[in-house]
């Protein structure tokens, strides 16, 4: 059983940068995707992005595009989340997963992690 878990959140003004962590631990992740998901208050679960096992591949949710990146490091069994250019409407609990297949939707995950926090102020 994979646990996921993440880091890096925080409090960040708008138009600020910040960088999330997501360290697999319990089995290696030859062969799976991950990725991030978030939720606001009051909203459903909105994909942010994902990246395949080799990184050759990535997904982007249309409100992110352009200044959110995914990246991977297999090494260490992590991936990461650089956000640029935070806005307020990115508010959210940041939650990493993991899936067989490249994802873009909540049915497709296999495992989630307990989330992290992410506030932009105005």
């Known amino acids: 059983q994979v646990q996921l878990v993440e880091s890096g959140g925080g409090l960040v003004q708008a138009g600020g940068s910040l960088r999330l962590s997501c360290a697999a631990s319990?089995?290696?992740?030859?062969?799976?995707?991950m990725g991030w998901f978030r939720q606001a208050p009051g909203k459903e679960r909105e994909f942010v992005a994902a990246?395949?096992?080799?990184?050759?591949?990535?997904y982007n949710g249309d409100s992110v595009k352009g200044r959110f990146t995914i990246s991977r490091d297999n090494a260490k069994n992590t991936v990461y989340l650089q956000m640029n250019r935070l806005e307020p409407e990115d508010t959210a609990v940041y939650y990493c997963?993991?899936?067989?297949?490249?994802?873009?939707?909540?049915?497709?995950?296999?495992?989630w992690g307990q989330g992290t926090q992410v506030t932009v102020s105005s």
């Open positions: 997963a993991t899936s067989v297949i490249l994802f873009t939707t909540t049915r497709q995950v296999n495992t």
């Open positions: 319990g089995r290696t992740l030859n062969n799976y995707a």
């Open positions: 990246i395949s096992w080799r990184g050759g591949s990535t």
